[in-house]
């Protein structure tokens, strides 16, 4: 008897039997899924949405494909903070840990660094490719940034010893590239043309190509990083000396 | 010409400014403080302008890109919105000096003083990202554009508790980000049923838009969840007093003074302009009626607790309750200014919650620890930050000349005047319980300690001390500036008016 309860109770500290609160619960969830599901299905679709203001404002957007000129046009302040909110992933992460130190005597097998040498060069080149093709098609900044998000991962997981010798402002300096051109066109929109982020005649296209630019390479770094786990060995702290 | 006083552009400037001022601050390693000062006193002063702007023009609306709504995004001033930025704008300065003083009495520390020096590495960027957050919050105009403020304010705010890098506030913060996140899901799934019954986003253009089906009601039942999760309203703030306790003073500061208030503020609007004609008195008897809970609830856990942060915390708990007492009392047909109450409520606790956070964090900067049995002779050693959290203490309990005083008074008459008496009880037990929480750890400050036990402490700058002194003057004294706050709020608020017809007085 003895034993049997101390039995139990090994087995519950190690995995939590199914209880009546989690039952409970499910069944809420479930409950409240059907009931949106419900009103869903059952509200008629009135209006068809902002498709077709879009469309009639297109060739003012200065780019083709209505998905980047709501993006970085039409609601650019939107993105404007989203960027931000990339960034402030990185500065989270970076302030409550260090990257794990690279463990030096792994061997890495030629065949991964053979494919590493053949695929990153072709995802930089598909990344930039990306972000140029977004001004008419399906693509962008944040497409081409998690390509090359992708490729800053595959070298971070084949330990390239040049990968730990960047210094931290380069790293800092890439991350903050993409917001600050962001805000910094924005900001020249300003005094050019009196409105925030309204670009001047003409110069939209190029604009928003520039933005796309400088923010993918920030996307890029901002998810290699994250997926780094923490800051930099070589990141020491400063501020203003007490 | 954009510089010119009477330029709507200045309206940008609270949430752009702070953006590269965290950026920079990112950037560089030093002079962190002296962008985030600068930053902070154009913030105050921009605050100003645009409420001078408020009165001289009215409303006024600033279009992003020149894009008008629908399409585009847009900005807007009236008298609420901008009460919460200057809110922010003063709170925001007292708490940029207050970290600066004690981030240099940490690092002055010889054990651990690198590690505070990381700390307000990181603290600077994150701190004006949360203020462009908030900022935005209070000017935008658009329902999905409030999203993504709100992201930014979650992610900011979760970081900066978790700065401290003790396991207890690193499993706070933790469990505050989920929290965060699940509200702001939450709030995005509002959004989406919004979107697909009325097919815009701007609050202006959905402001006749919004009639009685499922779809809307779905709607603002998933918004109000989201933002109630992050507002911490009972039963849904089991994890703010962690959270706040546990975080590094400014920290505490920033979070229970202001984080809180935005999603309230949001909240409050849906329900009293957009949602307005579809809101049911049993629904805002619901709120009120966790709002009354919160007020007991949190005054008696305040009561219970042997920690300072922590009483702290729950007294923030108790306090937002009042903001939603004034829910069901908004219905009364005597035209009462529901709002205002709101707004001195919000504005005062801002001020002595803040206060009270920079004493306990000074409490326990001098002492090393804040347990409030071991309080004694406080007084003695530090007898500003005791001044300081005696004023907050009676701006919270809302003794006359306080914000809160008014704010009490307007919703007392206006529940008795309605004959709702079981919400004016619920006010005054608040009251009696905030006055035992505050001078529970009071007495102990007076207490002369029995044996001479003055260890030798390094004294605290003023940088520490003053902010929280002339926090809680403020929140002493806003009652004096009672109509001139009443004469903002009674600008432009358009959906309000059309609320009380009397109009606000």
Sequence with gaps: MKKGKKIKKQTRNRRRPFDGLQALFLFLVFCLITLLGAILSNSPRTVSGLAGAVASLQDQSGVESPVTAVLLNFRGYDTLLEVMVLLLAVIGVWSLAKAPFPTPETDISPVQMGVVRLLAPVMCLVAAYLVWQGSHLAGGAFQGGAILGAAGVLLLVSELPWLHAIPVYVLRIGLVLGPLVFVGTALSCLFLTGTLLAYPKGTAGWLILLIETACALSIGLTLALLFGGGRPESDVPGGDSP | MIFLADSPSWMITPVILPLIAGLLCFLFSRRTFVIALITALINLFVACLLIYQLLVFGTIRYYIGGWRPPIGISLRTDGPALLMLLMTAVTGL?????????????????????????????????????????????????????????????????????LSG???????????????????LTYLLGIVFFYRTCGVLDLGVLQNTAINEPGIRAALALLTVGL???????????WLPPAHANALAPVSVILSALVVKGSFYLLFRFWFELFAPIVTTSALNFMGTLGAIAILWGGIQAIRQQRLKLMVAYSTVSQLGYLFIAFPLSRTLTGVPVWSAVIFIALTHACAKSAMFMAAGNVYLHLGHDRIRNLDGVRASLPITVFAYGIAGVSLMGLPPSGAFIAKWMLLTSSIDSSQWWWALVIMAGSLLAMVYVFRVMSHFFVIPKRESLKETTPLSPLLEWPALILALIALFLSLLAPWLLHILSQGSTGLAQLFPGGLP
């Excluded at chain 2, 506030?169 to 505050?176: H, I, N, P």
């Excluded at chain 2, 109630?228 to 089991?238: D, E, G, N, R, Y």
């Design chain 2, 94 to 162: 007292a708490i940029t000096l207050y970290a600066r003083g004690y981030f240099s009495y940490r690092i002055a520390d010889p054990v651990r003083g690198s590690r505070h020096q990381h700390q307000q590495r990181y603290f600077w960027p994150l701190w004006m990202l949360l203020l462009a957050g908030l900022n935005g919050l209070f000017l935008s105009g658009d329902i999905f554009n409030l999203y993504v403020t709100l992201e930014l304010i979650g992610i900011s705010a979760a970081s900066l508790a978790a």
């Design chain 2, 228 to 238: 109630l999760l992050k507002t911490a309203l009972v039963p849904l703030h089991f």
């Design chain 2, 166 to 184: 003790k396991p207890a506030s690193q499993r706070a913060s933790f469990r505050y980000l989920l929290i965060s996140l699940l509200g702001s």
